[in-house]
């Protein structure tokens, strides 16, 4: 992945990359070294300048799905579908619907693939120590109890995947270990592949997260930076 602004270019290179289904993955770096980015290209988000292969199995069960193939075809409809049904994403900002109660921003994705209740969003809210707030507004929640529902939503449709960006970056550190607990064990139950990027390695180690060995480096005359991921 090549971009360039105000004369800098970041080069994004993911040599090779392999994660197994039910696997906890964590890119660990500061501001600026393509973390982002990879998680937008893992979520079909981004499209790389270059494919050698990505290849995309949601279950163990049939052949794995050619990502590449979609994005040389431009079949970008049937990417977006692929996102929607299989991969759960936590933003930062928690990224939730100030209009939507919390039941509400919880069951959008399961709503959206028409998807049965069946109890999922109040069982998650449950154990995420939400249950007194699904009828609130995200506005009266503290910012962890936003990030709580941030993570519960995107866990509400049993996604093969779930990723998440910064996501306990806004909240104190007792509390992000916390949060971080709770997204991880819920994950594990589930058999959920989690990828999480974030800037502090010391809780995130504690739970176990196989951590992406990746180097960011500067040519000579400054102009571009590259960051190298591989795992």
Not at 12 to 34: D, H, R, W, Y
Not at 50 to 72: K, L, M
Not at 149 to 171: C, N, W
Not at 200 to 205: E, L, S, T, V
Request: charged share 25%; proline share 4%.
């Amino acid at each position: 992945m090549d971009r360039k602004s105000q004369g800098i270019s970041f080069r994004l290179n993911v040599p090779s990359l392999q994660i197994a289904q039910g696997e906890k993955i964590a890119l660990i770096g500061e501001s600026g070294c393509g973390k982002s980015t990879l998680l937008d290209i893992l979520a079909f988000i981004s499209q790389p300048s270059q494919i050698g292969a990505f290849r995309f199995r949601p279950v163990n069960t049939g052949e794995p799905i050619d990502v590449g193939h979609f994005w040389a075809r431009r079949k970008l409809n049937r990417l977006g579908e692929l996102r929607k049904r299989h991969i759960g994403y936590v933003m930062q900002t928690g990224g939730l619907l100030p209009y939507l109660t919390v039941r509400d921003n919880m069951s959008l994705s399961r709503n959206v693939l028409g998807l049965r209740d069946a109890g999922v969003v109040e069982q998650l809210a449950r154990e995420l120590g939400i249950a007194r707030h699904l009828d609130k507004l995200p506005e009266t929640l503290s910012t962890g109890e936003r990030q709580r529902v941030a993570i519960g939503r995107a866990l509400a449709h049993e996604p093969s995947i779930v990723i998440a960006d910064e996501p306990t970056a806004s909240v104190d550190p007792f509390a992000a270990e916390k949060i971080m607990s709770l997204f991880i064990g819920l994950a594990e139950e589930r058999n959920i592949t989690v990828i999480v990027a974030s800037h502090a390695w010391r809780h995130i180690k504690r739970l176990g997260l196989r951590r992406l060995a990746h180097h960011t480096r500067r040519s000579k005359d400054g102009r571009t930076t590259e960051t190298v991921v591989n795992g």
